[in-house]
Structures are given as C-alpha cells and as structure tokens.
C-alpha cells in the first residue's frame, strides 16, 4: 500500500536544541498531519496542514512548534526549543483528502530529548 | 472498552479464539476507523465503518458501529498469533480532518 517516510528514525538531543523531524509523504496526497504518541498513552493529533497552511491545531501544537512543506519537498515538524516533555514518538500522517479519508502513517521518529 | 482511557489496556487470548474490542466515543461522528498497529510502526487502517454501516466485514474482522449510543466494536474470529499487535479505534471531527484517537488495546494472541 502506499508509504509514509519518516526521518530519522531515532533522535537524541539536548533540551533547548531544535529539532527537526521529516515526513515523505505519499505523493498524490494534499492532506498532513501530526501526531505525538507518548509510551503507553494514546496517540493525540498535534496539527494537519493542507495547501501551505496550518488549518488545525490542538492545544499540544506549542508556540515552540511550526510545520512546513517547501515546495512539495519533506512535511517537517520543527521544535525549537525542546523541552524534556516533547520527549515521544512523532508520527507523521498523509491523506488525498481531508474529509473523513484514510489517513496513512509513517514508522514514527522517535525523540528523547535529555 | 477504549474510549477515555489514556493508557493502553491489555488482552491475552489463545490461538483460534475469538475476540471483541470495544470503544466508545465522546463527540459525533459519522465514520469510526479502526487502526492496528505492529510493534515499532505506525498505525494501518484495518476497517472504517461507516454510519450508514452497522455493520462491516473484512476477512476474519468485524466492526459494528451503533451511532445511539455512541459506541463501536471490532471482532476478530479465530484469532492468530500474527494478531498480536495494538488496536485502536479513532474518529473524526466534524471538519473531517482530525483523528481522534481511543487508548487502545494490546492484544496478545499465544500459540
């Protein structure tokens, strides 16, 4: 089926660093998301983007965060500063459409932040 | 039952039983997804079921979903070790976009 990417796989940092976290999303598809899934909790959505534009957040999507897609290349999250909470796996999500359409995950970057 | 539990609850059945997950849901919706996920991955669509749906069928999964009250259930008959895995149900919101995602449910299907 089609296939979501994410980059790295794994990331260790420093609180207070920024980090960056990549998503090759499915290539027809014009809907990404966001989600962060602490150990053993339940997956919470952060943030969808369609068109160039955040079109919904969740209170978790912190002032420290920001998403962008240049030019049809990587969906990126970006934390600067991290903070030892941010610590979780990230999961980066794609659909065609943003109706109520499958949404299709990646492998999840998972980030510990020290 | 999944809904409003933030941590992951556990199930452990043989191979060749059956077995119901439950979930209930907060906020309408017109379409439940149920999503496993495999250790280290993330989650894949298994079935979505619809309103108009009460119930749906894929293979050896069932999921029902009864809009009145709120609450939907994904069945697997004769279960198998390859089942082993988390399994979560999700909604959406009225825009559409947003899942909504249950604890889930880890289920441990041994030989």
């Known amino acids: 089926g089609p296939k979501v990417l994410q980059i790295p796989s794994h990331q260790i940092i420093d609180m207070g660093q920024m980090v960056t976290l990549n998503c090759d999303p499915v290539s027809n598809h014009l809907y990404f998301y966001w989600y962060k899934q602490i150990l053993g909790q339940q997956m919470e959505f952060l943030v969808n983007?369609?068109?160039?534009?955040?079109?919904?957040k969740s209170k978790l999507f912190k002032d420290q965060f920001s998403v962008e897609r240049p030019d049809g290349s990587y969906f990126t999250l970006k934390i600067q500063p991290t903070a030892l909470e941010d610590s979780a796996v990230y999961f980066c999500?794609?659909?065609?459409?943003?109706?109520?359409?499958?949404?299709?995950f990646g492998p999840g970057t998972r980030l510990l932040v020290l | 039952s999944q809904w409003g539990e933030e941590n992951l609850q556990a199930l452990s059945i043989q191979e060749g039983e059956d077995v119901t997950m439950n979930c209930s849901y907060k906020t309408y919706t017109t379409v439940v997804h149920w999503y496993r996920q495999d250790s280290g991955r993330g989650p894949a669509l298994i079935i979505l079921i619809r309103s108009n749906e009460r119930e749906k069928r894929s293979g050896r999964l069932r999921a029902t979903l009864d809009t009145s009250s709120q609450s939907s259930s994904l069945s697997i008959t004769a279960a198998q070790c390859e089942d082993t895995a988390v399994y979560f149900c999700?909604?959406?919101?009225?825009?559409?976009?947003?899942?909504?995602f249950g604890g889930g449910t880890r289920l441990t299907v041994r030989p």
């Open positions: 999500a794609s659909s065609q459409t943003g109706f109520q359409d499958t949404q299709y």
């Open positions: 999700a909604t959406n919101n009225n825009a559409g976009a947003k899942l909504t």
């Open positions: 983007f369609y068109n160039g534009k955040v079109m919904e």
